[in-house]
């Protein structure tokens, strides 16, 4: 004999959209959030590096071996430290600079790798500068979200709509509930009074 099975709740569409959006919410705070824990990684990294040199300045002439080009591709500068020949990328260049011109460079004593154009203050100024701008705009953005997916939560319903539920009870005397266990409750008078 063929039982009839029946159909699955579809739900409710205004609920699944709701839902939908609040996960997106969830999304953009997390990348958000992400995005200012990175910026401010960069920005701390570039002032740890200043305040170093800064403290002990020690100069040398630096030669450009590679300018910026497109995205991706940043400037290159190659100097030496301690008898070691190093490289850093992206340090500020004038406008006119071409490969192969000297320029002066301000390194760290205590780490030839923090390092920086004579004059400046941040080893690289255009991080330093989208740090700044960026953190913001991040922070601004995840309470933003943040406000949404509490606004999206007030705004649910509190059961579950859309999803029936069916109870199926067994024949008389044996209850779905009970799994075919007979009930505890006894009778009036119990086994006593059938003696």
Same mark, same amino acid.
């Given at each position: 004999?063929?039982?009839?099975?029946?159909?699955?709740?579809?739900?409710?569409?205004?609920?699944?959209?709701?839902?939908?959006?609040?996960?997106?919410?969830?999304?953009?705070?997390?990348?958000?959030?992400?995005?200012?824990?990175?910026?401010?990684?960069?920005?701390?990294?570039? !002032?740890?590096? !200043?305040?170093?040199?800064?403290?002990?300045?020690?100069?040398?002439?630096?030669?450009?071996?590679?300018?910026?080009?497109?995205?991706?591709?940043?400037?290159?500068?190659?100097?030496?430290?301690?008898?070691?020949?190093?490289?850093?990328?992206?340090?500020?260049?004038?406008?006119?600079?071409?490969?192969?011109?000297?320029?002066?460079?301000?390194?760290?004593?205590?780490?030839?790798? !923090?390092?920086?154009?004579?004059?400046?203050?941040?080893?690289?100024?255009?991080?330093?500068?989208?740090?700044?701008?960026?953190?913001?705009?991040?922070?601004?953005?995840?309470?933003?979200?943040?406000?949404?997916?509490?606004?999206?939560?007030?705004?649910?319903?509190?059961?579950?709509?859309?999803?029936?539920?069916?109870?199926?009870?067994?024949?008389?005397?044996?209850?779905?509930?009970?799994?075919?266990?007979?009930?505890?409750?006894?009778?009036?008078?119990?086994?006593?009074?059938?003696?």
């Amino acid at each position: 004999m063929r039982s009839a099975t029946p159909d699955r709740p579809r739900g409710n569409p205004v609920s699944r959209t709701m839902s939908r959006r609040g996960r997106g919410w969830y999304l953009g705070a997390v990348l958000s959030a992400v995005v200012a824990v990175g910026m401010c990684l960069l920005g701390w990294r570039q !002032a740890d590096q !200043a305040d170093r040199i800064a403290a002990h300045p020690v100069r040398v002439q630096g030669v450009i071996t590679q300018l910026p080009g497109g995205s991706g591709t940043y400037s290159q500068v190659a100097y030496e430290a301690d008898g070691r020949k190093l490289s850093a990328a992206d340090l500020w260049l004038p406008a006119d600079a071409k490969v192969g011109d000297g320029i002066c460079l301000e390194r760290a004593a205590d780490d030839p790798a !923090a390092v920086r154009v004579c004059g400046e203050r941040y080893p690289q100024p255009v991080g330093i500068g989208l740090a700044q701008t960026s953190v913001p705009v991040a922070l601004a953005l995840l309470v933003f979200c943040l406000w949404r997916i509490r606004s999206h939560h007030r705004s649910r319903p509190s059961g579950r709509s859309g999803v029936r539920t069916t109870a199926v009870f067994a024949a008389e005397g044996m209850p779905a509930i009970t799994h075919g266990k007979r009930s505890r409750r006894r009778r009036k008078g119990g086994r006593r009074a059938l003696r």
